[in-house]
């Protein structure tokens, strides 16, 4: 599962993985202004994963346009976290 996130109509990047469990990518506000988000929980071979891909200010006028793509070229996360089971879960 792979997303383009254009600003303005200039591609901010593709976010995604191959075996994506659940991903986020949102304009968020915080104090300090309008954000745009990318993370996602995704499964590698030794477990699952959260990535954080990006979270970059966006001005409040500018048009965010979020929406599938072929492409499978992805930016790497700035983190990744290495997610623990819940306590009783196989």
């Excluded at 202004?33 to 995704?42: D, L, M, Q, R």
Aim: net charge negative.
């Amino acid at each position: 599962m792979y997303y383009e996130i254009l600003v303005n109509g200039q591609t901010l990047g593709v976010y995604g993985h191959p075996r994506v469990n659940n991903m986020h990518l949102s304009v968020q506000v915080t104090s300090e202004g309008p954000e745009v988000f990318a993370s996602g929980v995704c499964e590698e071979q030794d477990g699952l994963y959260m990535f954080n891909w990006v979270q970059q200010r966006v001005l409040a006028s500018d048009i965010v346009t979020i929406r599938p793509t072929s492409s499978t070229v992805a930016a790497e996360p700035r983190n990744k976290y290495k997610m623990r089971k819940a306590e009783g879960e196989a």
